[in-house]
């Protein structure tokens, strides 16, 4: 079973930074596609970038630029930097990892913007 957990979340005034992190265990085969999604209030869970093991990066239209996703395939861990925060980034994120075609999901990690 693998397990997830998030990290980095939190309350930011617009234009700010955070970083959410993401660190995935319990498995000995590395993630084939590591992702953040997030959840706005009252709205359904949309992707915001995900991240092969080949080095295959996709982001939604609404962060790039301002977000960048990485991950360190010894430490099985996903990063998120996100930049130039919005009042429109606020949501709960969720990591995401897919192994031997299983999706799993982390806790979530809350992060606010203000304006």
């Known amino acids: 079973q693998v397990q997830l957990v998030e990290s980095g979340g939190g309350l930011v005034q617009a234009g700010g930074s955070l970083r959410l992190s993401c660190a995935a265990s319990?498995?000995?085969?590395?993630?084939?596609?590591m992702c953040w999604y997030r959840q706005p209030p009252g709205k359904e869970r949309e992707l915001v970038a995900r991240a092969s093991i080949s080095g295959t990066i996709t982001y939604a239209d609404s962060v790039k630029g301002r977000f960048t996703i990485s991950r360190d395939n010894v430490k099985n861990t996903v990063y998120l930097q996100m930049n130039g925060l919005e009042p429109e980034d606020t949501a709960v994120y969720y990591c995401?990892?897919?192994?031997?075609?299983?999706?799993?999901w982390g806790q979530g990690t809350q992060v606010t913007v203000s304006s």
């Open positions: 995401g990892a897919t192994v031997l075609r299983a999706d799993y």
């Open positions: 319990g498995s000995r085969i590395r993630p084939s596609a």
